[in-house]
């Protein structure tokens, strides 16, 4: 049973990309003379590989003015292409969208069980590592645009999981299809097969307590000094949250030619060379609920479960209003992409830790009042942008 488990998580990546890909025919369906044209500012690394993602996704927040129809917190229950798929009984998945960032997060249910009681990458044999590395999580910035009368996102990355320097040669780009419910949509290709159908799809669904879209929102980006420092997100939609932090490569992965971190890790594990291969897997991310006080509930590296993203004694808020407010975690700044409450409630949202006695409270009562603010309750509408 171990072997056949094993075979299949070493299997998880790639079958991933066939889906995806349509068993490698992706590349070929999406041209222009096929009627799918696209400029080299679409693909997803194109800002990435140029070092220029902070300056151009602060600009584009900065514009934009409307709402994603996504905007919310999903777990992927179908992923379909070519004769393949995957379901939310192989692996687990927190997309957590904003109106402007989203990081998402796809962990294979054999790499938390066949893992389970490992605490540290050094605790874990070399077969262990490369079983590790078959998962996946990235963020960047969504743009929403419309396209043959329907709503279509493109995705540019600024942290990716699965990019070492070689980037995805067509654009993240596809059609959303949204349920009358508003709970449920689909993700279909922006360019077909020969059939004319789309190539693959996927079917999201709501997590519960994501408000809908309408309540609480955020998306932040850690400020750094330059592209070598390590890049950091957090984005919230209702109760949940994601985090990222880049690689501790220093921005080296750029610099690397891999086809994917996959091929790397297990090219530099062959060579025995597993600092490199430890620094590919030190990208780091998970998902948790603010009413639980920002604690992380799955994280990439498990052991991490439990831990809360940071201490509410470390956060402060400077600034008068949220367009040109900071955020201050320990010795780390971040600036606000998008909120969509005043400067006073996001710092007490940010300290919220229910039970030990903030100045958010610790009553039930608080707790209640607490997490209708997050859903959008509180006012019965959809808050809006300032």
Not at 56 to 71: D, I, L, T
Not at 102 to 123: M, Q, T, V, Y
Not at 169 to 185: F, G, H, I, L
């Amino acid at each position: 049973m171990r072997y056949m488990e094993t075979k299949e998580l070493m299997d998880w990546t790639s079958k991933q990309g066939r889906i995806l890909t349509c068993d490698g025919k992706a590349t070929e369906y999406y041209t222009a003379e096929r009627g799918f044209p696209f400029q080299p500012e679409e693909l997803p690394h194109h800002y990435l590989i140029e070092g220029t993602t902070n300056e151009v996704f602060a600009k584009w927040a900065k514009e934009q003015n409307f709402n994603n129809p996504v905007c919310g917190a999903f777990f992927r229950p179908l992923f379909v292409g070519g004769f393949e798929h995957s379901t939310s009984a192989d692996e687990v998945t927190f997309n957590v969208q904003t109106n402007t960032l989203f990081i998402d997060i796809r962990i294979p249910l054999l790499g938390l069980k066949l893992l389970k009681d490992h605490k540290s990458f050094e605790a874990m044999s070399s077969d262990e590592l490369s079983l590790y590395s078959r998962r996946h999580a990235f963020a960047g910035y969504t743009k929403l645009t419309e396209e043959n009368g329907r709503p279509c996102c493109t995705r540019h990355h600024c942290m990716d999981w699965n990019f070492a320097g070689n980037p995805r040669p067509r654009p993240n780009k596809w059609y959303v299809e949204m349920a009358s419910n508003n709970n449920t949509w689909k993700e279909w290709s922006f360019a077909r097969d020969d059939h004319q159908q789309h190539y693959y799809w996927e079917r999201w669904e709501r997590l519960e307590n994501d408000g809908g879209g309408n309540g609480f929102v955020l998306a932040m980006r850690k400020k750094r000094k330059n592209n070598q420092e390590m890049d950091g997100i957090i984005v919230a939609v209702g109760d949940h949250f994601n985090y990222i932090y880049g690689r501790d490569m220093y921005g080296k992965d750029v610099e690397a030619k891999g086809d994917s971190s996959v091929t790397v890790i297990d090219d530099a594990l062959q060579e025995e060379d597993r600092i490199k291969a430890m620094s590919f897997l030190s990208l780091s991310a998970g998902h948790g609920l603010i009413s639980n006080g920002w604690k992380v509930d799955c994280n990439l590296q498990q052991w991490k479960n439990g831990t809360r993203l940071f201490s509410a004694d470390k956060v402060s808020v400077k600034g008068n209003d949220i367009s040109s407010c900071e955020v201050e975690i320990g010795d780390e700044r971040w600036e606000v992409y998008e909120c969509n409450v005043d400067v006073k409630e996001l710092e007490k949202i940010l300290k919220w830790r229910a039970g030990e006695g903030d100045t958010s409270g610790d009553t039930k009562e608080d707790a209640v009042e607490f997490k209708q603010i997050l859903l959008g309750k509180k006012t019965g509408i959809k808050r809006k942008f300032e």
